[in-house]
């Protein structure tokens, strides 16, 4: 039971882990082999696997490493939320969806409501002071983009209104 | 000679050449600012303006911008984590933590200095130099890069901290990312599986973006909203005696940049992370490294701003572009007829002294520029984060977007911002992964280029006093990272 609590151990035997799957499975079958390689060293996998093997080694080391230093309590961050793992998760489907209404929705609707929610959740409450930072910021810089840079950011649904037609 | 310093005095001392050069300075340190917007992106955007200009004008605007852009990529990188370029991210490893710690000014100001001198000293070799400097970099073919290139993958113990073995096994993984693409020698896939959009690999704005500042933003939506430490240092800028102190790592930063930006292709990260990691083996507080030390935020940005002039060294002398933005401004001396080279030398001198006389102007507008810049732009590191946050998340959506106008990168961006925010948890220091994901497609490219010259012989990489003199370096390194790990008790209470 201590050596899964063992974080060091398990990070060491994760990052081996990944080593193998590359080893065994992402470089075998992700790294097409042209038919003829004139040295060993020019095979356009050479240097993955050799870099892959170093992943191995270096993961292996750290898990030695910690098992014989045994296992050690980690520390509670004491700035760590109680809710920390619900309230990060919140971030990380917020950012998906953002990251999947951008082409629907366009960047300037989808980041005000990106903002809007982030900033909720980061704790303000001031709804007076979150509607125009919300509003303004995704705005401005959809405009520096567009005007200044010359990129053109997708306008989404607000296309007639920012661009016009 | 007086003929010609003089002619090129009278093409140079125009008012359209001195606004025109403040001007590319302000644009540059703007775009640089910006994540997404490197500084080969400002000056291509700024080259359509060039063309109805003087030459001197025009190339003085592009050069303007180009240093601007240079220096501009650490303000971000200082105050939000946010790197906009790839060398200002060894300046956020100790600027960020400074404003955390509410030194904001402090580090922006160490910045601004540090780039100020590094770009004067790079001025005033590229104009003293050029001729030797160029000869020296010739010299430089694949197996001399390569080895070069290992001797800079030191630093990466140097940015991993206490964690020396976590910090390679990141550096792995970010080797083992740049892989992504086409082959460039046989021109197969690796790691693409079908995915067209990673045929060109994976671009390194979004991969900067993700790994450095998204971890950060959302690890902060689980902690308590916590009051700022309060620095007895808070809005109090570098002092004189900041600077003299720092002004060997300064000095000998900028000297990694002359030496590396005049060798084409190397660019300004493998300087700023060479100076970096010197920095750190010669200071008297190497562990305070990557906590927010003055002298790292020094010795990055020197390293960086060091490339600014003698980049340029390849690109008069020879003829040869030595980076994106020097082929950018040869495109604007070709615009305006004129072909860069010993040529140039010749039938063009005074145009070149009137280019070197604009360059030496471009360093006192930097400090203007930068100086004018930050009493205002480090308030933004007293704005609250539970409002800033969301903001430079959005921002980063923007930039990773901006860069090759791909969701696909944006996409990228989020699932980097995954794996660095796993990273930090398990207590794995990014930096590492960042530093191999830049160094690495050199170091594999040069590695087989070195032995398709040599038909297979590893002999190679030791055919020349440079490569014997980087092996030595690396071997050197070595021994001190390893001595260092030794007497040093690992602990597991991360």
Redo the contacts between chains.
């Keep these: 039971m201590n050596l899964l609590k063992n974080k060091d151990l398990m990070v060491g035997l994760l990052l081996a882990l990944l080593g193998l799957v590359f080893l065994a499975v992402l470089i075998p079958f992700g790294i097409v082999e042209p038919k003829k390689v004139r040295y060993l060293a020019m095979s356009p996998s050479f240097y993955p696997r050799l870099v892959a093997v170093a992943l191995l080694l270096f993961g292996v080391a750290i898990s030695v490493r910690a098992y014989i230093q045994g296992y050690t309590a980690n520390e509670t961050d004491p700035s760590w939320r109680q809710d920390a793992w619900f309230r990060v998760s919140l971030v990380f489907i917020f950012l998906t969806a953002m990251a999947l209404l951008l082409g629907q929705l366009g960047f300037v609707i989808s980041s005000t409501i990106a903002i809007a929610a982030l900033c909720y959740l980061a704790g303000e409450r001031r709804l007076w002071l979150i509607a125009p930072i919300a509003i303004i910021a995704p705005i401005a810089l959809y405009f520096f983009f567009v005007k200044v840079a010359s990129i053109p950011i997708p306008a989404g649904v607000l296309k007639s209104l920012l661009v016009g037609g | 000679m007086i003929d010609t310093i003089l002619q090129a005095f009278s093409l140079f001392a125009t008012w359209d050449n001195a606004i025109v050069l403040g001007l590319g300075v302000i644009i540059g340190t703007a775009?640089g600012a910006?994540p997404g917007?490197t500084t080969p992106?400002a000056v291509a955007?700024t080259l359509p303006f060039t063309f109805s200009m003087q030459p001197v004008t025009g190339i003085l605007l592009l050069l303007g911008v180009y240093k601007g852009g240079i220096y501009g990529g650490s303000i971000t990188a200082i105050l939000i984590n946010t790197p906009g370029t790839p060398a200002a991210s060894c300046t956020a490893l100790d600027g960020y933590p400074m404003a955390r710690r509410g030194e904001a000014r402090r580090a922006l100001d160490m910045a601004l200095y540090a780039s100020c001198t590094a770009d004067f000293i790079s001025n005033l070799s590229l104009i003293l130099f050029a001729g030797v400097l160029a000869s020296f970099a010739l010299k430089f073919g694949s197996p001399e890069v390569f080895t070069l290139i290992m001797f800079s993958l030191t630093v990466i113990a140097g940015v991993s901290g206490d964690q020396l073995?976590?910090g390679?096994?990141s550096a792995?993984?970010g080797?083992?990312l740049a892989?992504v693409g086409l082959?460039l020698?046989?021109g197969?896939?690796?790691?693409?599986?079908g995915e067209v959009n990673l045929m060109g690999g994976l671009t390194f704005i979004p991969v900067l973006i993700g790994l450095f500042a998204l971890p950060g933003i959302?690890?902060?939506?689980?902690?308590?909203?916590?009051s700022r430490d309060k620095s007895p240092l808070a809005g109090v800028g570098a002092t004189l005696a900041d600077y003299m102190a720092n002004l060997k790592t300064i000095v000998r930063g900028s000297f990694f940049g002359v030496i590396l930006g005049a060798i084409p292709g190397i660019g300004a990260a493998p300087a700023a992370f060479l100076s970096y990691a010197e920095a750190k083996r010669t200071s008297k507080n190497p562990n305070n490294f990557g906590k927010g030390e003055l002298e790292g935020v020094a010795a990055a940005e020197s390293g960086n701003n060091g490339v600014a002039g003698s980049t340029l060294i390849p690109l008069l002398a020879l003829g040869i572009p030595g980076d994106i933005t020097t082929a950018i401004i040869l495109g604007a001396f070709m615009i305006h007829d004129l072909r860069p080279g010993p040529m140039l030398f010749q039938e063009n001198l005074d145009l070149i002294y009137a280019l070197f006389m604009g360059i030496l102007l471009s360093s006192a507008y930097l400090f203007i520029v930068g100086k004018f810049s930050i009493r205002i732009i480090s308030k933004i590191a007293d704005i609250?984060?539970?409002?800033l946050?969301?903001?430079v998340?959005?921002?980063c959506?923007?930039g990773a977007?901006?860069y090759n106008?791909s969701?696909f990168d944006?996409?990228i961006m989020?699932i980097m911002?995954?794996i660095g925010?796993a990273m930090l948890k398990?207590?794995?220091p990014a930096a590492p992964f960042l530093i191999a994901f830049i160094l690495g497609p050199m170091l594999?490219d040069n590695?087989?280029q070195s032995?398709?010259l040599s038909?297979?012989s590893?002999s190679v990489f030791f055919s020349s006093p440079i490569c014997i003199f980087f092996w030595l370096l690396t071997i050197v390194a070595l021994v001190v990272i390893i001595r260092r790990a030794i007497q040093g008790k690992?602990?597991?209470?991360?």
């Excluded at chain 2, 197969?188 to 599986?193: D, G, L, P, Q, S």
């Excluded at chain 2, 959302?218 to 916590?226: A, H, P």
């Excluded at chain 2, 609250?384 to 409002?387: E, G, V």
Aim: glycine share 6%; proline share 4%; hydrophobic share 55%.
């Design positions: 775009m910006i917007m992106m955007l073995l976590k390679l096994c792995c993984l080797l083992l892989v082959d020698i046989y197969t896939n690796r790691f693409v599986f959302i690890d902060s939506f689980g902690r308590l909203e916590l609250p984060h539970r409002l946050f969301p903001i998340l959005v921002l959506v923007y977007y901006a106008n969701m944006v996409a989020f911002g995954g925010f398990l207590s794995i594999e590695f087989r032995l398709l038909k297979g590893f690992p602990s597991l209470k991360e």
